[in-house]
């Protein structure tokens, strides 16, 4: 689950963590109020105005602005809340922006004693770790760095059953060049940082810019954090932040009735049982020269109701050109879910209007070929795998 950068900030915030401030605002007038409210907390005489969408690059895109008085804090709120926000990061069609961080400035015009740095907690699956990512080419875009100049780019390996240890701290806050007052504060900001990282469930942490202000202050200006859905039921009060205009709303239905789907970009839809079968499925449909338009993982129960859950939540994608059916009978019988399949045929009528392909494998799965060939349904049947692909690349023909 993606959260809203004052999400994250919250989170950093209780842990320790130096955070630029801010308030959210939905409209121009809490906008105003917000900014007035920043102003008796921190003394701050301008504020950054920062669209909450779940993209970064905003700032390229016009969504982070500057405002020197509060009439211009309410006219940037004004032309950002509504506003079709299109970055690097978003689709063609960009994320319509709901609500405004009203921030504190914490860039000193013309200072020169203020840098950006780059930091980030994440997991490194190959290692099995957790890991440090940080850079001294903070602010800007982390991808380019890491294509252009990698040897800028600095990783630290944490062992997860010992925790972040102080020399490693230490080592980060060397490495970004820093010393005296700036280093023993970019020491602590790492430490809480970790520490947030690690109670919170997440699986990423990204601060950027992590900035050091001329007085050597070191706080986040950005926050981008992606909590674990696995460990969602630990952190109660984090299932509030969840935020579903946000999300691809075929994935929230999904979800809704308990199916595991995952929208991709492709041209044939999968409905499968079992996550491991829906990988290999993909690859099929890779190898048959098809692109899979989903990952669908149906679980257990393959009966008509759910079939046909699975049938329209896999239609919605206008991208789909072609279903494979992919199931494996151990517990659940071939021969039920390929009635349940017919059943689900007969009840969608007109709404399927794509080729199915259905492989049935495991238990009755002579009989289950036989009931889909005698059902009189355009679906095609496939007992191996390599048949399934090649009516893939049939249909697709
Ligand atoms: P992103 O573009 O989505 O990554 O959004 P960020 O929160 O990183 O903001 C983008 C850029 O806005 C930063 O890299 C800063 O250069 C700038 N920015 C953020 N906060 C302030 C601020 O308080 N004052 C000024 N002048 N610029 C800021
Ligand atoms: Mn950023």
Redesign the pocket.
């Known amino acids: 689950m993606n959260l809203h ?1 004052y999400q994250g900030k919250e989170i950093l915030a209780s842990h320790g963590v130096r955070i ?1 401030r801010g308030i959210v605002a939905r409209n121009a007038k809490e906008a105003v109020d917000a900014a007035k409210q920043l102003t008796e907390e921190t003394g701050t005489g ?3 105005i ?2 909450q969408v779940h ?7 016009g ?2 602005k ?1 405002a020197k008085n509060l009439a211009e804090v309410e006219q940037i709120a004004e032309q950002i809340i509504g506003m079709n926000l299109i ?1 690097p ?1 978003t689709s063609a069609q960009g994320k319509k922006v709901h609500q405004v961080l009203v ?5 000193y ?1 013309g200072d020169s004693e203020t840098s ?1 740095f780059y930091m980030s907690v994440l997991l490194n699956r190959a290692s099995g770790r957790n890991m440090i990512m940080y850079s001294t080419e ?3 875009d982390i991808e380019q760095v890491a294509e252009d100049t990698p040897h800028l780019i600095f990783t630290e390996e944490i062992d997860p059953t010992i925790g972040l240890l102080p020399f490693q701290a230490r080592k980060v806050a060397f490495n970004l060049g820093l010393s005296g007052t700036a280093f023993k504060e970019m020491v602590k900001f790492v430490m809480s940082l970790y520490k947030a990282y690690v109670s919170s469930d997440s699986s990423l942490f990204e601060i ?2 992590v ?1 050091k202000t001329s007085d050597d202050k070191i706080m986040a ?2 926050a ?1 954090v992606t909590l674990d859905d696995n460990a969602l039921y630990r952190h109660k009060d984090y299932v509030e932040m969840r935020d579903v205009r946000e999300e691809n709303p075929i994935e929230v239905e999904a979800k809704e009735v308990g199916l595991n789907y995952v929208d991709l970009e492709g041209n044939v839809g999968c409905m499968v049982n079992g996550a491991g079968l829906a990988m290999a499925t993909m690859d099929l449909i890779k190898m048959a020269g098809g692109e899979p338009a989903n990952f669908l993982d149906v679980g257990g129960t393959a009966d008509a109701k759910r079939v046909e859950t699975a049938f329209r939540i896999i239609l919605k994608d206008p991208d789909v050109k072609a279903i494979l059916v992919n199931i494996f009978g151990g517990i659940v019988r071939c021969d039920r879910v390929a009635q349940g399949i017919v059943d689900a045929y007969k009840n969608m009528g007109d709404a399927i209007n794509v080729p199915i392909i259905v492989r049935l494998q495991g238990t009755n799965a002579e009989l289950a070929k036989e009931l889909i060939d005698t059902s009189g349904l355009a679906v095609h049947s496939a007992v191996q795998f390599q048949e399934a692909a090649d009516k893939v690349k049939e249909v697709l023909a």
């Open positions: 950068e630029q301008w504020h950054v920062k669209a993209a970064g690059g905003r700032g390229k895109g969504g982070v500057l970055t990061q921030a504190e400035d914490v860039y015009p950006e903070g602010g800007m950027n810019p900035l200006v950005d981008k």
